[in-house]
């Protein structure tokens, strides 16, 4: 979630910026190289795959991306009007419901170079929508963009209940919380061992997660869950 850490991290960098010229804030951004809140983009050439690191930002703790700019940091610059009009595509058609994003575009030594800033969402899920795939939502986790789980949706599922949520101590819980004791467990196998409905236990880890009984990390390609 957004915390106030990460907001005070935009305003911090947006206030210097007011005391650095365009060059030096954008050589600043960029020696902090791709992490968590920021993503480079060399260039535009696909509307769907950009809307993914705007759906990972505003799914976790919002975001910048960098277009114009290689992964290793040298700026190339945006070819042309039709990049920028791919970038409007990624967040206005492709996600939904919509995304914010905000657009500043800095030009330096005959380059343009085109930072996307992505709030975190207060509508989770934000979706990537496309006529060829299911709706996907993805999460933000170090400089990668990954597909959320079904847990994930489930969490943010139930935070937009405006009655709140309560966690009862059931059979059920239990046999999660006894299945999960000291290891780590991807869904399908909490599924197979707890021999819970697969919908039920997405449910209950998502419960868990909410009032901190279960954490949940990202290891080798799958989310795995823990006591």
Not at 64 to 87: F, H, Q, T
Not at 130 to 146: G, L
Request: proline share 4%.
């Amino acid at each position: 979630m957004f915390c106030a850490e990460s907001e005070r991290y935009f305003v911090s960098l947006q206030s210097n910026n007011s005391i650095m010229d365009d060059k030096q804030y954008l050589l600043t951004l960029i020696r902090e190289g791709e992490h968590q809140q920021q993503d480079f983009k060399y260039r535009v050439s696909d509307a769907l795959k950009l809307a993914k690191s705007v759906s990972a930002f505003a799914n976790t703790d919002g975001g910048r991306l960098l277009i114009g700019v290689r992964d290793d940091g040298n700026m190339s610059g945006v070819r042309d009007e039709e990049e920028i009009y791919m970038m409007h595509q990624a967040a206005y058609r492709y996600c939904r419901p919509e995304a914010s994003i905000k657009f500043d575009t800095y030009h330096i030594e005959g380059r343009t170079i085109v930072i996307a800033t992505v709030p975190p969402s207060e509508r989770r899920p934000i979706c990537v929508v496309s006529d060829e795939e299911k709706p996907k939502a993805y999460i933000r986790i170090a400089d990668e963009n990954i597909v959320a789980s079904p847990v994930h949706l489930a969490i943010w599922r139930e935070s937009q209940n405006p009655q709140g949520t309560m966690l009862t101590y059931t059979d059920s819980v239990r046999k999660i919380l006894d299945v999960l004791q000291d290891q780590e467990l991807p869904l399908n196998l909490i599924v197979r061992r707890s021999q819970i409905p697969r919908p039920k236990v997405i449910t209950l880890l998502a419960r868990l997660i909410r009032f901190r009984v279960v954490h949940w990390e990202y290891r080798n390609l799958q989310f795995l869950f823990s006591l």
